[in-house]
């Protein structure tokens, strides 16, 4: 039986990983996400105050940018420690804070052993990526897609932009060694190129390829709105967003829920 060791554990914080349970009333399991009714209630009694906006398709939008978070973990995990954290909805809980304005959730895993990658890396990968995406990321972004009537491609940029984030990080890590960097180089490369749709339950792509293109300037165009303008306070555009949001694409976008 292998686990995530002290170092690890502490390294896997700064992508939200929680080892200790939350009150009840602080914890929506992975297959909540998926109960059309339970939802609905956390998104009227919690989610619409705490992020400003009662537009299903933000609240949507917003929760899928939280959950994001859970790729960035578990591939973090699988490309630095060659750990492979069992990331199936059925054993993952999100563990709120409700003193957090924010609402960022953390993720607690309830079986904590590993595996490791043996003699085939690139077949013990595989099984990494399509538990993460086929038996988890796949059906939340499905679920929250239909309750809240948001495209899917957006949901799936959302959770695009934290995994080439993650390891754009991390290719920028100096205490690499050479072997290191060309794993998660290669890793890299496969999760948002490679790996087929199959291991994602898509039809015919990888659900993010198609967001892959190269930075200018720095900043990664999105394709589309992840519509967080709508849930500033004080009507403040996004500075640092790459989309052109002209006032006019503002109403339209909202309007048609996009
Ligand atoms: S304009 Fe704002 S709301 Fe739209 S994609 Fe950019 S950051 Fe998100």
């Given at each position: 039986?292998?686990?995530?060791?002290?170092?690890?554990?502490?390294?896997?914080?700064?992508?939200?990983?929680?080892?200790?349970?939350?009150?009840?009333?602080?914890?929506?399991?992975?297959?909540?996400?998926?109960?059309?009714?339970?939802?609905?209630?956390?998104?009227?009694?919690?989610?619409?105050?705490?992020?400003?906006?009662?537009k299903q398709n933000v609240i949507g939008s917003m929760l899928v940018k939280r959950y994001a978070f859970i790729a960035a973990l578990v591939l973090y995990s699988m490309s630095v420690f060659d750990?492979?954290?069992?990331?199936?909805?059925?054993?993952?809980?999100?563990?709120?804070?409700?003193?957090?304005?924010?609402?960022?959730?953390?993720?607690?895993?309830?079986?904590?052993?590993?595996?490791?990658?043996?003699?085939?890396?690139?077949?013990?990968?595989?099984?990494?990526?399509?538990?993460?995406?086929?038996?988890?990321?796949?059906?939340?972004?499905?679920?929250?897609?239909?309750?809240?009537?948001?495209?899917?491609?957006?949901?799936?940029?959302?959770?695009?932009?934290?995994?080439?984030?993650?390891?754009?990080?991390?290719?920028?890590?100096?205490?690499?060694?050479?072997?290191?960097?060309?794993?998660?180089?290669?890793?890299?490369?496969?999760?948002?190129?490679?790996?087929?749709?199959?291991?994602?339950?898509t039809k015919s792509r990888n659900p993010l390829s198609q967001f892959y293109q190269p930075k200018q300037n720095d900043i990664r165009t999105r394709k589309t709105c992840c519509l967080f303008y709508?849930?500033?306070?004080?009507?403040?555009?996004?500075?640092?967003?790459?989309?052109?949001?002209?006032?006019?694409?503002?109403?339209?976008?909202?309007?048609?829920?996009?």
């Amino acid at each position: 039986m292998v686990k995530l060791n002290e170092i690890e554990i502490a390294a896997l914080k700064k992508y939200r990983l929680s080892t200790e349970e939350a009150a009840p009333y602080e914890t929506i399991k992975g297959l909540d996400l998926l109960n059309d009714d339970l939802m609905k209630r956390i998104f009227d009694k919690k989610l619409q105050e705490k992020l400003n906006t009662d537009k299903q398709n933000v609240i949507g939008s917003m929760l899928v940018k939280r959950y994001a978070f859970i790729a960035a973990l578990v591939l973090y995990s699988m490309s630095v420690f060659d750990k492979g954290i069992n990331s199936s909805i059925e054993n993952v809980s999100l563990q709120t804070d409700e003193n957090d304005p924010l609402w960022l959730p953390s993720f607690n895993f309830g079986n904590l052993e590993v595996t490791t990658p043996g003699s085939d890396r690139a077949d013990w990968r595989a099984e990494v990526v399509q538990t993460l995406f086929l038996k988890n990321i796949t059906k939340v972004v499905s679920s929250i897609s239909s309750q809240t009537k948001i495209a899917k491609s957006v949901l799936w940029e959302n959770i695009a932009v934290y995994v080439f984030w993650m390891y754009e990080t991390l290719l920028k890590d100096e205490s690499l060694t050479n072997e290191q960097y060309s794993k998660v180089q290669e890793d890299f490369h496969y999760v948002v190129i490679d790996a087929p749709p199959s291991l994602f339950g898509t039809k015919s792509r990888n659900p993010l390829s198609q967001f892959y293109q190269p930075k200018q300037n720095d900043i990664r165009t999105r394709k589309t709105c992840c519509l967080f303008y709508v849930t500033s306070t004080n009507g403040d555009r996004c500075t640092t967003c790459p989309i052109e949001c002209s006032k006019t694409f503002i109403k339209e976008d909202a309007k048609n829920g996009s």
